[in-house]
C-alpha cells in the first residue's frame, strides 16, 4: 500500500544574532550559511525553522518534498522535491532552475524548467524527478538530528533578467522519525 506525505520546514535551530521582528509569533533570528563557491550569506530563521525567503520581486513559498511510501518494501518508497514561489509583479519567465547547496558547497541540480509558466495566481510550482528515499539515497533522512538543507533558485525573466535566491528547508528529527516509521522502518 503506497501514502504520500508533504514534509515542509520546521526545526529548533541555534540563533547566531537576535533581531527585534517576529515572525509567526516567533522572534526572527539571523542565521549564517555556507553556499556555493564558499560565500557565506545570513538568512532570517526562527526557532522553529526557516522563514520564506522574499525580495521585490519573489517570494520562496515552497521547498520541501512528497514522499511515497512502500510500507511492505521500504526500499521502494520514492522522495519528490516540490519547489514553489509567486511572482509578485506581471512578466514573463524564460527559465527557472533549483539545485540543492551540499555542504560542501557542490550544487546538486534538482529541477530545470526551460518553459516555466506562472498559474492564474502568478505561482510558479516545479518537482524533481523521484528518486529513493532509501539511507545510501538519502542518508539526511535518516539522522538522528534536524537536518537543515539548502536550496538555490534562479529565476531567470524573458527580458533576460536573472535573479538568485537561497531557501533553506528545516526537518526535524520528529517528523523524520515519524516519515521512517510511516516507511516501517524502526529503531
Known amino acids: 500500500m503506497k501514502y504520500r506525505f508533504f514534509a515542509l520546514c520546521a526545526s529548533l535551530l541555534l540563533p547566531s544574532a537576535a ?36 525580495n521585490d ?35 514573463k519567465l524564460k527559465h527557472v532552475s533549483v539545485e540543492q547547496v551540499e555542504s560542501d558547497g557542490r550544487l546538486t541540480l534538482l529541477v530545470k ?25 538519502s542518508p539526511w533522512l535518516y539522522s538522528r538530528e534536524d537536518t537543515t538543507l539548502m536550496f538555490k533558485f534562479t529565476i531567470t525573466t524573458e527580458s533576460g533578467s536573472s535573479v538568485t535566491m537561497y531557501q533553506p528547508s528545516v526537518f526535524s528529527s520528529k517528523t523524520k522519525k ?7 522502518i524502526r529503531d
Open 113 to 137: 524548467d526551460e518553459a516555466p509558466a506562472l498559474n492564474a495566481k502568478s505561482n510558479w510550482v516545479g518537482h524533481a524527478a523521484p528518486k529513493a528515499a532509501a539511507k545510501d539515497v
Open 19 to 54: 533581531i527585534s521582528e517576529t515572525y509567526l509569533g516567533q522572534q526572527v533570528i539571523e542565521v549564517s550559511f555556507l553556499v556555493d563557491g564558499g560565500k557565506t550569506i545570513t538568512l532570517p530563521m526562527t526557532k522553529t525553522g526557516a522563514m520564506p525567503i522574499e
Open 178 to 184: 515519524m516519515l521512517l516509521f510511516a516507511m516501517g
Open 57 to 91: 520581486d519573489y517570494k520562496i513559498e515552497g521547498a520541501g518534498f512528497n514522499i511515497s511510501l512502500d510500507q511492505s518494501v521500504p526500499e521502494k518508497s520514492t522522495l519528490d522535491w516540490a519547489f514553489s514561489f509567486v511572482a509578485k509583479k506581471p512578466g
